[in-house]
């Protein structure tokens, strides 16, 4: 019974696939039968546009034999015209006849036959006018534009009878093409539905073993895709965490770097001159100490939480600059050249971010040479266009300072060049990289509003271009390490200090009354507002940004519509967002960060009182 009903199965499956494959003959026919009808109608639109065209051609030859014949006399001109009188009643009958199909065709030739009737009336009227010796007469109707304009009607005619039949032409190929394409779908599905039913039995077992194959590779693909994200999100979290501990270390270790900083400038400021031995072991303690606050810096920098200072910047001499410390630091295998651009412009950037993205540069390049190649450094002047940045849509066409950093290492192959940008990625062993130097040197780039461009060939080498924007203020470089003694007395003001943290505080303190200030101190900024309120001779405030409760740039948001005049300079060794947005210091604002010298405090609260007569508060940052 079982035998007799897989058998009637079998037939059936053979029935059916039978009647499926005369279904996809059938098809097959009728596709070919379309595509003949529809190159008949093809040469059916060929014939129709060249009849037309030989008619519109015919009546221009008879108007161009009449004008022969007005301007010259010669009757051998009006061959054309007497042939056109011949011919065009012919022409237009069979015209007449291969469009008697067609409704809006015959519409259109009894509008045109009438207009070429007039246009022969013209010319012959003419002709017989010249034929009687009235030459003027003829020539007077030409001038009249009476024949011209009968013959822009024509071509006008003509025109849209020529783009009729186009447009029907391309109807009947759409529907014919149509036609074609569903019926070999049929066909196509037909048969593999045959193939199907053929093969239905004998790949029953067969698909049940490869669907369950499937759907163990599908579980292990998810489990695998989990345990990336897994992953992914546990760096995440690591890096973000790192991130925070970085900052709030370095706005700890900053605030004890200041005071070993600024004491030990203090005592070095005091030593007598004899002390020699004193002085040079008070120096190489406070190089250590400024060495600790570079450190820090680099923390702030990888937590992201280093505000940008751009200025005006000498692209060619920070260059310089950094190639000197990369052949003393990359090894005597790495050959370095610095090609320096001619009448470079200056750049609009923040220059220890620039030599750290270059350094940062040039140690992938290190990685990539294995140690033994050649670096290249070299600068430019550059112009992005409208068709570059429609390319690039995060940079703006301009004007830019261009730094290309070139080695000769192993390269990078398209698929590692797309991905060189994105944070974590990297091709080095595991403890060889974090995937994060590229990253920032392309972060530092964008929040400069400049560009970064990768160009790498497998085998040869890597150059990567960095655009920083042009600076067109003229401005000077402001110069670093100059001294700073007493201020002269039109500079001297009663400077109120704010800061949580008791040793710093009195260190500011000290500094400033070493410098001439008049000073008053507040723990905190509650105690801020109250002192500002009982002493009125206060004209610059002193204030750290993170304090407990209340940070510096909130005490400012609530005190400076009752003190507009009062000049606020901030002080900080970890800014988060008080006063650093998207990377950037907010307009405005100025800021000294920890540790700093006695100079940097001197040279900063000098140039904001120097700015008071302009600003009515002043800030950095």
């Known amino acids: 019974m079982g035998h007799e009903s897989a058998q009637a199965r079998t ?3 053979l ?3 039978f009647v499926l494959l005369l279904g996809a003959c059938v098809a097959a026919v ?3 039968f379309a595509s003949i009808s529809a190159d008949r109608w093809v040469d059916h639109s060929m014939v129709v546009r060249q009849t037309v065209q030989q008619l519109f051609s015919t009546v221009q030859d008879a108007e161009t034999g009449q004008r022969g014949y007005l301007l010259t006399g010669d009757p051998s001109y009006l061959e054309p015209f007497l042939t056109a009188r011949t011919q065009l009643p012919t022409q237009e009958q069979q015209l007449r006849q291969i469009t008697e199909n067609s409704a809006t065709h015959q519409k259109q030739l009894d509008d045109l036959y009438p207009l070429i009737a ?12 010249r034929q ?3 030459p003027v007469a003829a020539m007077g109707m030409v001038k009249s534009n009476l024949g011209r304009n009968q013959m822009d009607r024509i071509r006008l005619v003509v025109r849209d009878f020529d783009q009729t039949e186009l447009g029907a032409l391309r109807q009947r190929s759409v529907a ?3 036609q074609r394409t569903v019926l070999t779908v049929v066909m196509i599905v037909m048969t593999l539905l045959a193939g199907v039913l053929a093969f239905a039995v004998a790949q029953k077992a067969r698909r049940y073993a490869n669907d369950m194959e499937a759907a163990n590779e599908t579980l292990r693909a998810e489990m695998r895709q989990r345990e990336t994200a897994e992953l992914q999100l546990r760096q995440s979290q690591k890096m973000e965490a790192l991130g925070q501990l970085t900052g709030g270390v370095a706005h700890d270790f900053n605030n004890m770097l200041a005071i070993i900083v600024g004491n030990l400038e203090m005592l070095i400021r005091k030593l007598p001159e004899h002390e020699v031995r004193c002085a040079a072991l008070a120096n190489n303690a406070l190089g250590g100490a400024m060495r600790a606050a570079e450190l820090t ?3 702030l920098a990888f937590s992201r939480q280093q505000p940008l200072q751009p200025k005006s910047v000498d692209v060619n001499q920070c260059v310089h600059d950094v190639s000197i410390m990369l052949r003393r630091s990359l090894g005597e295998n790495i050959e370095i050249e610095s090609v320096q651009g001619g009448g470079l412009w200056r750049a609009y950037v923040d220059r220890p971010q620039l030599e750290s993205a270059i350094l940062n540069l040039a140690v992938n390049s290190r990685d990539a040479m294995n140690g033994v190649g050649k670096l290249t450094m070299e600068t430019a002047n550059a112009y992005l266009d409208r068709k570059y940045t429609d390319a690039h849509s995060e940079v703006s066409p301009g004007q830019y300072v261009m730094i290309a950093v070139t080695d000769t290492g192993c390269g990078m192959p398209p698929d590692v060049m797309s991905r060189a940008f994105d944070p974590f990625y990297t091709t080095k062993d595991v403890g060889q990289g974090t995937g994060l130097g590229l990253s920032q040197v392309h972060g530092f780039a964008k929040q400069s509003r400049g560009h970064v461009k990768i160009y790498s060939e497998v085998g040869v080498g890597t150059t990567i271009k960095i655009y920083l924007p042009r600076d067109t203020s003229n401005a000077v470089e402001e110069p670093v390490g100059t001294k700073v003694n007493m201020i002269p007395p039109d500079l001297r003001r009663r400077v109120l200090v704010v800061e949580d943290d008791m040793d710093v505080r009195q260190f500011v303190l000290s500094v400033l009354q070493e410098l001439g200030y008049e000073t008053v101190e507040a723990g905190s900024a509650a105690s801020a507002r109250d002192v500002l309120a009982i002493d009125s001779k206060i004209s610059v405030m002193l204030t750290d940004v993170v304090m407990p409760g209340t940070n510096g740039r909130q005490l400012l948001d609530s005190i ?11 002080m900080t060794g970890y800014t988060r967002n008080a006063i650093v947005h998207n990377g950037m210091l907010d307009p405005g604002v100025r800021l000294i960060t920890k540790p700093f010298t006695i100079d940097d405090i001197g040279r900063e609260l000098q140039a904001a009182i120097a700015d008071e007569g302009s600003t009515s508060v002043s800030e950095k940052a």
């Open 118 to 129: 007039a246009k022969m009336d013209e010319l012959s009227s003419t002709i017989g006018d």
């Open 11 to 13: 037939t059936f499956g």
């Open 560 to 570: 400076k519509d009752s003190y507009p005049n009062l000049i606020v300079v901030f």
């Open 132 to 134: 009687a010796g009235r």
């Open 297 to 299: 810096k680099r923390l």
């Open 15 to 17: 029935v059916i696939g």
């Open 30 to 32: 009728i596709a070919v």
């Open 176 to 178: 014919a093409q149509v």
